[in-house]
């Protein structure tokens, strides 16, 4: 694997990237996403353009619907996984519109970084990758961007124990519950996060995000 070069820099790339390697080549599953994908969130979003971050656990664990940026799939993927159709749900409750597909890659182009904290898994087996190391890039990413004052939307426990690797008193951290059917009722839904991180944004003098940009 060919780390991204704007975030090459990172010490896991050194370190830590060939056991992860190691162990992904001897898994005889089926990988997910596609090699090529793997880093494809940073490979789109140098840190000094990140804006907003969305922090989620792993890849979608079905075939064909991801494509290496959290909570996105596919444009042809129907239905939509339930946590991103909460998602939408809870967008267009929020800012009073969705986008037309699951494809969130534009969301890169806004400056969303759409991280997870497992950046592979074995088809079919959710969290399968969950403890090969991919978390330590994780948090050497968030403490790289909490240098300068950005958005972490945290969605569910899982994301919110990386907090401790968000420093500094200037960031927006929005949480709530996670969009799953399982928890979306206790706190996600109505949560808003969407308007405001626009809000803050606006705030501090910087432009809003399009979130329905494709």
Not at 171 to 186: M, N
Request: proline share 9%; glycine share 8%.
């Amino acid at each position: 694997m060919t780390p991204p070069p704007a975030w090459a820099h990172l010490r896991f790339f050194r370190e830590r990237l060939p056991q992860v390697e190691a162990a992904l080549a001897a898994d005889d599953r089926a990988i997910l996403p596609p090699a090529h994908q793997t880093f494809a969130a940073l490979e789109a979003l140098p840190p000094e353009e990140v804006r907003v971050v969305i922090l989620g656990q792993d890849p979608y664990p079905t075939a064909g619907h991801a494509h290496g940026h959290a909570f996105s799939v596919e444009p042809d993927v129907r239905p939509l996984p339930r946590s991103l159709a909460n998602i939408f749900k809870e967008m267009e409750d929020d800012v009073g519109a969705s986008p037309e597909d699951g494809d969130l890659r534009g969301w890169a182009r806004e400056g969303v970084l759409l991280l997870n904290t497992a950046l592979t898994v074995p088809e079919g087996a959710a969290n399968g990758h969950a403890k090969l190391g991919w978390s330590e890039l994780a948090k050497e990413i968030l403490a790289e961007l909490s240098q300068s004052p950005r958005a972490f939307i945290l969605w569910g426990g899982h994301a919110k124990s990386f907090c401790p690797f968000i420093s500094g008193a200037d960031h927006l951290i929005v949480s709530s519950s996670h969009p799953s059917p399982l928890s979306a009722r206790r706190g996600f839904f109505g949560s808003r996060p969407f308007s405001r991180v626009n809000h803050w944004l606006r705030a501090k003098g910087d432009r809003e995000i399009n979130w329905m940009r494709t």
